[in-house]
């Protein structure tokens, strides 16, 4: 069965700073992975995915992935963090439906 | 336009009763999810569609019946409610079943059961 596993409850980093938030997976054959963000009361919002190609995908508002298969890891990334970024992070395996994570909590310090 | 609407946002009912969450999507896409996402912040599927036939149906209570009368609309049941089905659920669509198609969600329904 597909699975994804996301091994930090929470991450925290100044404003300005790098951030990588972990998520490894596994899966038979080739995978779809996914990350999604979850501002507080509101739905999930899709960031980016990878299907195939290069491994390094650009997504919306700054994010990118770096897909990682001999690590069998797809860790969502940042240059730069804004305040503005802290939100809960859903890494997720598309099999027949898309299998989540269990989130990971992205706090930001100004 | 909103892609993905959830009515209602808020629900707050006794044991017992039956209540309905309704989901509609503006995107064309041809299937339709419900997952529920409890306290810890979990997500886990509860039903998809595609083009109004159920495709997967996870280990849900009885109490609980999707229905989707076209393929933008996937509305949830729920017969005799519990407390433990106090949670917030969430529809989702997206343009294929399967493949490499991210969802679009909607705004999620916060559901108290007391």
């Known amino acids: 069965a597909q699975s994804v596993a996301q091994p930090e409850d929470q991450v925290n980093v100044a404003e300005g700073n790098p951030l990588t938030v972990k998520c490894t997976y596994s899966v038979s054959g080739n995978p779809y992975l996914f990350w999604y963000v979850q501002y507080p009361n509101r739905g999930l919002q899709f960031l980016l995915k990878y299907i195939t190609g290069d491994n390094l995908v650009k997504g919306s508002y700054g994010f990118e992935a770096e897909f990682n298969k001999s690590q069998t890891s797809f860790h969502l990334k940042k240059p730069s963090a804004l305040v503005s970024d802290s939100a809960l992070y859903f890494c997720?395996?598309?099999?027949?439906?898309?299998?989540f994570g269990t989130g990971t909590r992205l706090q930001v310090f100004p | 336009d909103t892609a993905v609407s959830q009515t209602p946002k808020y629900l707050v009912t006794q044991m017992g009763n039956d209540k309905s969450i309704k989901c509609e999507q503006n995107?064309?896409?041809?299937?339709m999810y419900w997952y529920k996402q409890d306290s810890k912040k979990f997500l886990k599927i509860m039903f998809s569609y595609n083009n109004k036939e159920l495709i997967i149906n996870e280990t849900v209570p009885n109490r609980f019946s999707p229905k989707s009368p076209d393929k933008a609309h996937l509305n949830l049941h729920i017969n005799s409610l519990e407390l433990g089905d106090s949670a917030v659920y969430f529809c989702?669509?997206?343009?294929?079943?399967?493949?490499?198609?991210?969802?679009?969600f909607g705004s999620g329904t916060r559901l108290t059961v007391v």
């Open positions: 995107l064309g896409h041809d299937t």
């Open positions: 989702a669509s997206s343009r294929r079943a399967g493949g490499n198609y991210g969802y679009t």
């Open positions: 997720a395996v598309r099999d027949v439906v898309s299998i």
